[in-house]
Structure formats: structure tokens, C-alpha cells
């Protein structure tokens, strides 16, 4: 039997990446994450909805930033870039500092004082990064990032890189094979809003290659999945972008100073992909919504209760959002939805246990005390 070795997202789909074929490629081997649908939640199960989780969190990084990563970074390489930098939430910080130690380069990463989870801090630091604190939020540290990038020797790798953008569609073209078509809808948490436009952009490169298969398309797959002929638009999702309440600009229809969000990695009022986010949301059909802290939270919760799968509170905002559209008819009885979930809950275990009610009970380290915990419990 010939082996199989998964050797990450830009040898997979190095076809429809615009990457110079002799680059050196910087790899994780991101990608491949899985598409788990969700079994328990009884309000899916009664209006007959499959929901699929594709869980980011299952990244080299443990979100979705390590897609966009591998191709920034090889890029920024190719290019001879000694030294890459970013504004940052928390992942876009985490993975920059992976890839740069990976490639053997410098990461410089600006990030919201006090405002990331400890997970992604903790990322930052062992991978090498050199932090700037910045007293201000993601959107100032944005700002900044720009400016010194026409005056330093730096390259910008937040999704205002095409690269960025380009590796993130890979996730449409996974979920495509995996289903043998697209969902009817996609549900995805929106910040900055370049992961939206970017699974937009793998759909949309999948739909105009409609009529072949994958294979045929893309030449990336070995050739036994179904992506069948239908008319274009069919083979697109509905995009659903979801924000939280407190940092919600494409809800308020502008740009809001002073976002605020249990969610911080989605705590960003001024984002950059606006127009793209949009087009990808008015081309598909779809809509914005938006959901509050304690929505988003509850739905976290569940996920990791009932379906076994911890993701971020960021992440949970998909699905929060999916289950509210389901609950009130927009996405009908029958509908296929995939929900992205975008980085894992171990990113941020602060909040996780403060919200948890989980019981802890100490005893003595005796046989009969476990057990009678055990029989108490039962
Ligand atoms: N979910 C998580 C876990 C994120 O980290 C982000 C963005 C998003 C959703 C939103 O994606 O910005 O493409 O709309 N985090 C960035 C960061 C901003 O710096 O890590 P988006």
C-alpha cells in the first residue's frame, strides 16, 4: 500500500494558490480539519437540519489563522522578507509567531493590552514574537501596522494580505469534498470579515468551474469525490456572517469606535475587508446578524456539552447564530449548514471556567469516598 502523508494545505491545493512553483514552502501541515456533524442538539434533529461543525480549532495553532499563514509567510520568504508583523486579537498573533519561528524569521506582533486570552498570549510568547502592547484595541494597532510597513523593512500579514486570503479559501474547497457539493448555508463569525470573503472567494472558484469535478477542476484530490453539475448558484452556500452585539459595525451599517465583546477575538470595530464581506453576503443571498455576550456563551457551552466539541466563544458565534436562524424559519426544515468554528476553546480557558458549572467536589483520597461520590451522583 503507498503510503499517505498529509503534508499541509499549500501541497494539497498548490494549483489554485498563487504561489511561484520553486518557492520554499513554510508548512504546519495546516488544514484538513474535520467536518463533524452535530448529533444531539434536538432542535436540529426535529426540523431535520444537518449541521456540520468544521472545526478550526483543530489547526496546528488552534484556529483558522494557520490557512492564511502557511501561504503569507511562504510568500513574504519567496520574497525575501526577514521579518513579518501584524495587528492581532490573539491568533493572527499566535500563528505569525509560529510560522515565523518555522521560517526562521522575525515576528512582530501588536496586540490590545489586557484584551487577548491567555492561551493565544502564550502562544505569542514561546514561539519567540516580539509583543508590542499596544494601549488601544485591534483597530488601532491595525492602523499602526499600515503606517510602519511603508516605513520598515516588514511584511504585513493580517488578511489586507492577498495571500492571507488565498490560503483561508482552502477551507471551501475541503467542504465541498467533504460534502460532494457546497451547504445550502454557511454560518461564520465575522471580525475583520477576511475569512468571510475568503470562503467566498473558494466557493465562488469552485461554482465557476461548475460542470467539472473536483478533480477535474482542481486537480487536487484524487478523484472519488462528487461535485456534481448544477446550476451555479447551487453549488454556492447562502454566507451568514454573525457578530457579537457589542462589536457589531456591519449590523449598525458603519463603523463603531468602541467595540466591545466577551468575544475578544472578534472585538473589532473597524473592519478591514468591509466592502468584500458585504459583496459575499449581498452576491449569495445571505445576511448579518448579530448575538449577545450571553447568547454566545450558552451556545459554547452546549457545544462543548452536548457535542463534545470546545471551541472559543468567537467560534460559538456561528452557531448561535445557525440555531436562531433555524428557531425562527430563515433556514428552512431540511437545509444542509456548515458552521465554522474557528479556533479551539482551549484558547481561552479563563472565561471557559468562569462560566462553567461544573461541579467540583473534594474528598478524601479513600476508596469510600469515591465511591460515594460515584452513587451521590448517579
Ligand atoms: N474567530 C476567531 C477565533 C478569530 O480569531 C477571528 C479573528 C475571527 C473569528 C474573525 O475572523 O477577522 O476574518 O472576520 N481574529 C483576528 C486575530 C482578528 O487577530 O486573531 P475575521
Known amino acids: 500500500m503507498k503510503a499517505q502523508h498529509y503534508t499541509g494545505l499549500i501541497d494539497r491545493y498548490r ?5 511561484a512553483p520553486d518557492c520554499k514552502v513554510i508548512s504546519l501541515c495546516e488544514g484538513d480539519t474535520p467536518l463533524i456533524q452535530c448529533h444531539n442538539i434536538q432542535q436540529l434533529n426535529e426540523k ?8 478550526e480549532g483543530l489547526n496546528p495553532t488552534g484556529s483558522f489563522k494557520d490557512r492564511g499563514m502557511t ?9 525575501g522578507s526577514q521579518a513579518i508583523i501584524c495587528a492581532s486579537t490573539g491568533n493572527t498573533s499566535a500563528s505569525a509567531a509560529a510560522y515565523a519561528a518555522r521560517a526562521g524569521i522575525k515576528a512582530f506582533v501588536l496586540i490590545p493590552d489586557g484584551k487577548i486570552a491567555m492561551g493565544k498570549l502564550a502562544q505569542a510568547m514561546m514561539h519567540g514574537a516580539i509583543i508590542l502592547q499596544i494601549r488601544g484595541n485591534f483597530d488601532d494597532g491595525m492602523r499602526l501596522v499600515k503606517e510602519v510597513a511603508s516605513e520598515a523593512p516588514v511584511n504585513i500579514v493580517n488578511s489586507i494580505n492577498p495571500y492571507r486570503l488565498q490560503g483561508q479559501k482552502t477551507a471551501s474547497y475541503e467542504i465541498v469534498e467533504s460534502l460532494g457539493r457546497a451547504p445550502d448555508f454557511h454560518c461564520i463569525p465575522v471580525g475583520n470579515a477576511g475569512n468571510i470573503s475568503a470562503h467566498w472567494t473558494g466557493y465562488s472558484e ?19 469525490c462528487q461535485f456534481v453539475s448544477e446550476p451555479q448558484i447551487a453549488l454556492r452556500p447562502k454566507m451568514l456572517g454573525y457578530q457579537a452585539a457589542g462589536a457589531a459595525p456591519f449590523i449598525k451599517g458603519s463603523m463603531i469606535d468602541k467595540p466591545d465583546t466577551v468575544a475578544t477575538a472578534i472585538r473589532i ?19 448579518f446578524n448579530s448575538f449577545t455576550d450571553d447568547e454566545i456563551l450558552a451556545t459554547q457551552k452546549l457545544l462543548a456539552s452536548t457535542e463534545g466539541v470546545f471551541c472559543e466563544p468567537a467560534s460559538a458565534t456561528s452557531v448561535t447564530g445557525a440555531l436562531h436562524d433555524v428557531k425562527v424559519g430563515n433556514i428552512p426544515e431540511g437545509s444542509s449548514v456548515v458552521c465554522t468554528l474557528t479556533g479551539h476553546g482551549l484558547k481561552d480557558p479563563d472565561i471557559a471556567i468562569k462560566q462553567s458549572t461544573a461541579e467540583m467536589i473534594t474528598i478524601d483520597a479513600e476508596l469510600e469516598s469515591v465511591k460515594r461520590a460515584i452513587l451521590d451522583s448517579i
Not at 501561504?71 to 520574497?79: G, L, M, Y
Request: one cysteine or more; proline letters at 3%.
Open 15 to 19: 494549483s489554485v494558490l498563487p504561489l
Open 48 to 55: 431535520n437540519i444537518k449541521l456540520y461543525l468544521k472545526f
Open 71 to 79: 501561504v503569507a509567510v511562504t510568500q513574504a520568504v519567496s520574497e
Open 206 to 224: 469552485l461554482a465557476a468551474s461548475s460542470g467539472k469535478n473536483v478533480t477535474e477542476a482542481c486537480g487536487f484530490c484524487n478523484g472519488d
Open 269 to 287: 470595530g473597524h473592519p478591514q475587508s468591509w466592502d468584500f464581506a458585504h459583496a459575499a453576503v449581498r452576491e449569495s443571498g445571505g445576511w
